[in-house]
């Protein structure tokens, strides 16, 4: 579209009173755009101010220099065919500073102030209006997984909403686990008896659906495609793959098979990017697998496996399912040992309450002479799952104490259990007829590939030792979300869960893929930049075919084409950006994020060369939790480092480091790169974005390093968006650094 600017500067909140307004103007009219100024753009005289403008002078890309893009979203949303950028002078700038004593402003303040006005309209003037991707022929079929609980409860309630719905269910019928059960939890007030289980009613009910169609005995053999367009084949369970796999191949790999000097470890196979005329399609599936009872036979001194009567929790609920259980038994809930009080592997609340639930089959068959000992390290029975528990201390029978069991051994047509450390300080040795360990609950994605994609990065989930297993890309921020957009996970499969969990879970990840659906029929983007319009666009006359951005995609959006040149699916893009830091061509870009955007903002920024005492460190943020942390600490009117400027960005993964070199060469002293932690304490919305850029930051380093600058001048610091009261330490820190360093040696050049 042909731009038409117009530039407004709102003077409320405390700006104009802390900052020098024309000035501000001026720098605005200096960088191609006037700017007016108004008390208070939020409010209705302020739109109705820029709406003018917008009817008078057919004003398309608007620039609003006030408060932080984060809040006021629909107050400055000015329709779909209109730009605004916003410039954060408030939280960013005015509440993290004041006037000088004599009243005047203050020379540092209004020097922030006018980087950020420049570098909002130089994004303005970089920014073009994006056009949504929209699919040619789309499904809105569901595909689910697995006929358990979950399964069940995702199939009925997207059919609910007036979906179709394919379940699939290796086993000859639905059910899963929960045909096994002979009680299930407490669900209804006062939560103290056990109840019946219903699973058969939800068989019943999701047979009796015209809306679901039901597949037993059949796995899923290949998905392929992407949101919107899975292409999906299936198989006889157990039956051999007629698909098989691609083995992955990294960069220096593929190198070497273009050159002719290795085997393509795929040559022949099916190429995982053609479409299979025999599959079916689906816009989304949800993947609810289940779980494994863990492998206890590892304890050996407790048994499993060699002792008769030494079982775990899932075979004593096929015990108690087909016949009396025995009338002395001892719940053992943690391996042992008195310096180390962990349960037994992927154990939590569920099996606590598992064996409160089986002890109570044991007073209950055996009224007389029953007895359950339930020794725990941890007993944990959240919300009111505590009224059982309540219930359960109160029972005739049953006996709970912390204790570490030390050993299992049989003697005499008895099971003798060694106890230390109970709450009484004695050692106990119980004599009982059946010792059962709670063995946890292991997700089915745990070393094992469930889902069969057909896709460059692999047929399974990638990094799942970063969750134990468990499928999730964000566990905390976007639950039932995996790492490839499109499959939601939910049940045994997300973690351990009772019914009722599972229901609300399974229920959540089916709204999840109709949201994928009705998003991908929209061609936005789902999570987390949900409604985002925008999709990479690649200039593959350029592309080197090197890989990266195939590798770095933390979703595998990005497959490969014949050729061997990046493949984009654009409905599998969550808009990150990683592929655009990714590149070393520069080559990827969206329209309204790209290169040559972030790199001219960066080149906006005035970096004085003669005064010492103004040096200039450019600060990266991420959107997701740098950014709003910097945001609260202005509002908490923390002051702030005035010889840094925040730039924006996606996610770090998104950095690309021809800006941190654009930030040298222009001058800066420093660069820093602020985004969310990663590791064990992981955060990143975008799962890999801050250990991505971390390991970019560092080859940049070296190359500072050869030029004669410190490498110390780039840095990457790691915050939590509830860290904004330390966040102006940490920015000092580093600038302190870089004071001691002193000036950028090539500035001026």
Known sequence: MKKVYGAYLCTGCGIGAVLDVD????????????????????????????????????????????CSPRVMQQEFNFGEQTITVRGNLREHVAWTGSLKDDGSVDDFLQEMATDYVRMAVTRAQKTELPAPYKL??????????????????????????GYEVTLVEKEAQLGGKALGWRKMFPTAYPYADLENPSIQNMVAEVQANGKITVKTGTEVARIGGAPGQFNVTFKTAGAASEWDA?????????????????EDPNKGLQKYTTANPDGEMFGAVVLATGWTPADVSQYEHLGHGKIANVVTNAEFEKL?????????????????????????????????MVALKQANYVVEDNPVDGKAYILYQHMRTPGNAEFFYKSMQAKDGVFMTKAAVTKVTAGGGALLVDVEDNLLGENLQLEVDMVVLAAGMI????????????????????????????ADSHFVCFPYETRRTGIYN????RKAETMDETIDDATGAALKAIQCIESANRGVAVHPRSGDQTYPDFFFSRCTQCKRCTEECPFGALDDDEKGTPLPNPTRCRRCGTCMGACPERIINF??????????????????????????????????????AIDMSGMHRNKMNRLVRFIPVRCLGSVNMVWIKDAMSSGMDGALLLGCKYGDDYQCHFVKGSEIASRRMENIGETLGSLGLEPER?????????????????????VEEIVAMGPNPFKGY
């Open 23 to 66: 000035g501000l103007k001026d720098a605005a009219s200096d960088a191609g755009i006037a700017m007016k100024d108004h008390a208070c753009l939020c409010g209705a005289e302020g739109r109705a101010f820029i709406e003018k403008d917008i009817a008078d002078q057919g004003v398309n890309t608007i620039v609003v220099c006030g």
């Open 136 to 161: 040619e022929t789309i499904s809105k079929k569901i595909l689910v997984m697995g006929g358990g609980i979950a399964g069940l409860t995702a199939a009925q309630e997207a059919a609910k909403a």
């Open 246 to 262: 691609p083995a992955k191949v990294t960069a220096d790999q593929q190198d070497l098979i273009n050159k002719g000097e290795l």
């Open 320 to 352: 108690a399912k087909n016949g009396k259980v025995p009338a002395r038994v001892a719940f053992v809930q943690s391996p042992g040992g008195k310096e180390d009080d962990k349960d037994f592997p992927y154990c939590n609340s569920v099996t606590s």
């Open 443 to 470: 997700p089915t994605t745990a070393g094992a590939n469930t889902i069969n994609l057909a896709y460059r990065q692999g047929p399974a989930f990638l990094d799942l030792d970063l969750f134990d297993g468990y």
């Open 490 to 493: 939910c049940g045994g499969v």
């Open 591 to 628: 329209a309204d994020y790209s290169i040559d955007m972030i790199g001219s903002m960066v080149k906006s920024i005035e970096v004085p060369d003669d005064d010492e005492e103004k040096l200039r460190v450019a600060v990266f943020v991420c959107e997701n939790d740098a950014y709003p």
């Open 714 to 734: 780039c840095g990457v610091r790691e915050i939590a968006i509830t860290d904004y009261d330390k966040l102006p330490a940490i920015i000092d820190e580093f």
